[in-house]
């Protein structure tokens, strides 16, 4: 315990020995654009906590036109944040990228409906039109329908919900913090809409988690640590400070040139929180990946075929222990 | 209202009152048929400006459905030939203004084997027409995957321009299809894409009275158009009302994004005030235009006439209150005067001034009723005055006449003390001032006591002076030694040589012999003495059959005679004691006057009168007194002269 202490000490030395130490450069790079998806990255770039933590850090858009894999293959970004399926894709490709923090603990895909389609219970998709969105998305629907034995078409859908609001498909794949919430600001009451979480399926797949690869781990594992933690950082300030957050999600998403609604901003901080918030409940084990979540995940996926082999669960997340400070 | 309040607070306060709630009734029906009948022209006008709009929006669209409807027709029903394709696409985008762009995109593998997406597109840049393949992920995009799925025609949700500019587009696609092996087969899409400046133009353009404006709604509820740029394209009405917590837009969006028609109440984002809203859908691509209609600004004249009328009833209101209050005045004043002058009146002062007759109304007349009863009250005064002094005049000499008529009836008892022989008393009680009954006694010589009693017929003064009249002829008559009947006779005969006013009176006149007791008597009409025996019987004394005095001249009397005992008494009243009456007009009665006398024939004579006299007094209770009453008793004593008896 001592020693517990004298490292955290040590670590923290930097920071209030006002003798600075010079930032280091890194990048970040978001699976997608600036919203509130992201808001505790962006919050902690601006309230200084990455500077504090020694990082000079730059936030690079993510987006279809920019996959975060690529950038993190190229040297381009050091850290991504990735689901944690894409994260085991990439490493059984050959990329050896690490998860140093599984942010989003629960999953926020899911599957919905209209009643006014008579669908009320998951077995009234049998025959359906489902609509689903690339490769990785497809996992849990897949998973999901082959243990009920469903036999249900499915239909590639776009990033937009305007296939299913048209009755293009009879089930539309969603993000519960993003596309659910589009759907009931296009005049869908939800208590016209049946939603199915795969959560509640037992088909929990942790989403968004920090990654970075194996070699920058190992050269300075304290910068990774200390990225972690101004976004742990970030991320609870975010959540106590829900009007300046939606504030400066606002402020980037204009500056990017995309449209943006506050309400809805405000829907997926909120709804964020809800998936972030660690199974035990305390905030202070943000960050951890459950073995049971990664194993479910990872044998799935070998099941389904994506992965080859299940890697090590220790090598494939590397916590950031103490011991890891410099 | 004060109940002690004066007419003119009443009158004003009742009239205001009255006035002020038909008033406010007729305004307030007014008020409402008018702003009815605006609020349904604003309607009315609502439901023109839509239709003229939506009808002006769906033409251009409609024109612009046709371009790739007709390309499709083409493309199903002709072989496909690549070079002509692409310059039918290529004119089709010169020779349209409207078109931005436009594509024919290929199913995978559709146009030739080999090709998995084919999808040749022009479009217009600065450069004039250009033509480049659309990328191959093509299938998944809105514009072709929506009108795939759903196999027919739509118009897709408005969208930026690649180009990053501030251009709104929208995209217009119609499937086309293949028969082939006697199969229908969807062989890709045709689209066509606008820019929606111009209908951003035409709905900006909508302007209703300072602040009214319109906007457009897309299929999901998103702003296309409104005032508020900042909304376009980034909010829906939805994500609207969940920012306003405003559940009833969000369900006035669902009815708009229904296609529905209506007209609302609303709440105007812009001005923040009370607005109508109207809205209506386009028939071609089902976006919804609202026209919001500012209330207050559309009822603005009412509001303003209602003021001018708010101002003209107060003024009107205030000339009321003068009016009445110089009506009340008018009335008031006067009555104010003859309220003290009644006042004063009352108090005695009959010569108050009464305030002037000014007009012929009510109070007019009030006040000649007024003088007229202070001139009658005077009058009333005035006799009245005179009447009370004549009749105390009367009053006083009628006491006179009653002590005169006193004086002449014997009244000190006993009245010869020095003869032991017999007691005599007697009592007259009249009934007014004045009375008609007699009675006398007297010594006609030393041994014959005359004595009388009687009833003049009638009362008052003329019975009186009949009555005096009477006394002394008796008296006269009597003491000439004559009996009893011949006084009668003679009495009789003066009393009705001069009788204009046909008075009479019964008379009963006896003579004692002191010495031996004997009676003589004789009765003219009056009520039959008693004789009390001492043997306690009391009996009447036979009648003489004698008449009234005064009514036959020559009417012939006769005496009768009776012997008294020692102790036996004669009982003399007159018809005042048997018809007193009581409160319920019962007679006192002879029965009752028997009775009595047997009770009270062993007191001493003096206090059997007192006695008789209370009986009837106390018999008649309150009943007021008839008649005069009269009562005389002797009671013969024969004392020492019992010799006498054997001489009679």
């Known amino acids: 315990m001592p020693f517990l202490l004298l490292a955290a000490l040590l670590w923290a030395l930097p920071a209030w020995a006002g003798k600075p130490a010079p930032l280091k450069k890194a990048a970040f790079i978001p699976q997608w654009v600036p919203q509130a998806q992201f808001a505790g990255y962006y919050m902690a770039l601006e309230k200084g906590f990455y500077q504090a933590h020694g990082i000079d850090l730059t936030i690079i858009s993510g987006g279809p036109a920019n996959p975060p894999a690529d950038c993190l293959t190229s040297g381009q970004a050091q850290f991504a944040t990735l689901w944690l399926c894409t994260g085991l894709e990439m490493r059984d490709r050959g990329i050896p990228v690490v998860n140093i923090a599984q942010m989003v603990q629960r999953s926020a895909l899911m599957l919905v409906a209209k009643k006014s389609s008579g669908i009320r219970t998951i077995q009234d998709l049998q025959g359906k039109k489902v609509g689903v969105w690339g490769p990785i998305f497809q996992l849990q629907p897949r998973a999901l329908f082959k243990k009920l034995g469903l036999d249900v078409q499915f239909t590639r859908q776009s990033y937009s919900v305007n296939l299913f609001l048209r009755d293009g498909v009879d089930a539309a794949s969603a993000m519960w913090y993003n596309e659910y919430h589009t759907i009931i600001n296009a005049g869908l009451n939800p208590d016209e809409l049946v939603p199915f979480f795969f959560h509640e399926y037992g088909l929990n797949f942790p989403e968004d988690g920090i990654y970075v690869l194996e070699p920058t781990l190992q050269e300075d594992p304290a910068l990774c640590c200390a990225f972690m933690k101004a976004s742990i950082k970030g991320w609870l300030y975010a959540f106590d400070h829900v009007e300046e957050t939606l504030d400066l999600v606002m402020k980037n998403l204009k500056e990017a040139h995309i449209p943006a609604t506050r309400v809805h901003q405000k829907w997926m901080l909120e709804r964020m929180r809800d998936l972030m918030r660690p199974a035990s409940g305390a905030w202070s084990e943000t960050g951890l990946l459950l073995r049971a979540d990664y194993l479910r995940v990872a044998e799935m996926m070998q099941k389904e075929g994506f992965i080859d082999a299940v890697p090590e669960f220790t090598s494939f997340h590397k916590d950031c222990t103490p011991d890891a400070a410099p | ?648």
């Open chain 2, 1 to 648: 209202m004060p109940r002690h309040k004066g007419i003119a607070f009443k009158l004003a306060c009742l009239i205001l009152l009255s006035c002020c709630v038909i008033f406010g009734l007729t305004f307030w029906y007014n008020y409402g048929v008018s702003r009815r009948l605006i609020a349904k022209n604003i309607e009315k006008n609502a439901a023109e400006l839509m239709i003229a709009t939506t009808n002006q929006l769906d033409r251009v669209l409609a024109a612009v459905e046709k371009v790739p409807q007709n390309l499709a027709f083409f493309l199903e029903s002709a072989p496909c030939d690549g070079g002509q394709m692409m310059d039918i696409l290529k004119a089709l985008v010169e020779n349209n203004p409207e078109i931005y762009g436009a594509a024919i995109a290929f199913e995978p593998y559709s146009y030739n084997r080999n090709t998995l997406a084919f999808a040749p597109y022009y479009f217009k840049s600065s450069d004039g027409v250009v033509f480049r393949y659309l990328s191959s992920d093509y299938f998944h995009s809105d514009w072709y995957q929506i009108p795939h799925e759903l196999q027919r025609p739509i118009w897709s949700e408005p969208y930026y321009d690649e180009g990053g500019g501030d251009i709104i587009m929208a995209t217009y696609s119609v499937p086309f299809y293949r028969e082939a092996l006697g199969k229908r087969r969807i062989m890709g899409i045709v689209t066509a894409d606008i820019s929606l400046d111009w209908l951003q133009k035409i709905v900006g353009g909508i302007q209703i009275a300072e602040t009214g404006y319109a906007f457009l709604l897309s299929k999901n509820g998103t702003f296309v158009t409104h005032p508020r740029r900042d909304l376009i394209m980034n909010e829906t009405i939805f994500s609207l009302a969940e920012a306003r917590s405003d559940p009833a837009l969000r369900e006035v969006g669902r009815s708009m994004i229904d296609e529905q028609s209506g007209y609302t109440p609303f709440f105007c984002t812009m001005t923040n005030k009370a607005c109508w809203m109207g809205y209506s859908p386009l028939a071609s691509s089902g976006w919804s235009l609202a026209v919001l209609f500012p209330q207050n600004e559309l009822m603005a004249d009412i509001v303003s006439l209602n003021r001018t009328v708010w101002t003209l009833v107060l003024a009107g209101f205030l000339l009321l209150l003068f009016v009445i209050a110089g009506i009340a005045r008018s009335i008031t004043r006067p009555l104010r005067s003859l309220t003290s002058a009644a006042r004063d009146i009352a108090g005695g002062n009959l010569d108050a001034p009464l305030p002037e007759k000014r007009s012929g109304d009510e109070v007019g007349h009030l006040a000649d009723s007024f003088a007229y009863m202070q001139q009658a009250l005077k009058q009333y005064i005035q006799d009245l005055t005179e009447t009370t002094a004549a009749k105390e005049k009367i009053e006083s000499e009628l006491r006179i006449a009653h002590e005169i008529q006193m004086g002449i009836l014997p009244k000190v008892f006993p009245p010869f003390p020095d003869h032991s022989e017999f007691e005599i008393c007697a009592a007259l009680e009249p009934a007014k001032e004045v009375g008609g009954d007699l009675y006398d006694f007297f010594f006609l010589d030393e041994r014959h006591l005359c004595f009388t009693v009687g009833d003049v017929s009638g009362k008052g003064v003329p019975a009186s002076l009949f009555m005096a009249i009477t006394q002394t002829l008796v008296k006269t008559k009597a003491t000439q030694g004559l009996a009893p009947h011949v006084v009668l006779e003679r009495v009789n005969r003066d009393l009705s040589l001069d009788n204009p006013s046909l008075m009479f009176v019964t008379l009963f006149l006896g003579i004692l012999d002191i010495e031996t007791g004997e009676v003589t008597y004789s009765n003219g009409g009056h009520n039959p003495p008693y004789v009390l025996r001492s043997d306690g019987s009391v009996k009447q004394l036979p009648g003489t059959n004698g008449m009234a005095l005064g009514v036959m001249e020559d009417f012939v009397f006769r005496s009768k005679s009776v012997r008294l005992g020692p102790g036996e008494m004669l009982f003399l009243y007159t018809d005042g004691v048997t018809e007193a009456m009581d409160v319920n007009e019962t007679l006192y009665s002879e029965a009752r006057l028997e009775k009595k006398l047997k009770e009270v024939e062993e007191m001493p004579i003096d206090q059997m009168v007192r006695t008789i006299m209370a009986s009837v007094h106390a018999f008649a209770g309150k009943a007021p007194q008839a008649d005069d009453i009269t009562i005389l008793v002797l009671r013969f004593k024969g004392l020492g002269q019992k010799g006498a008896d054997g001489e009679a």
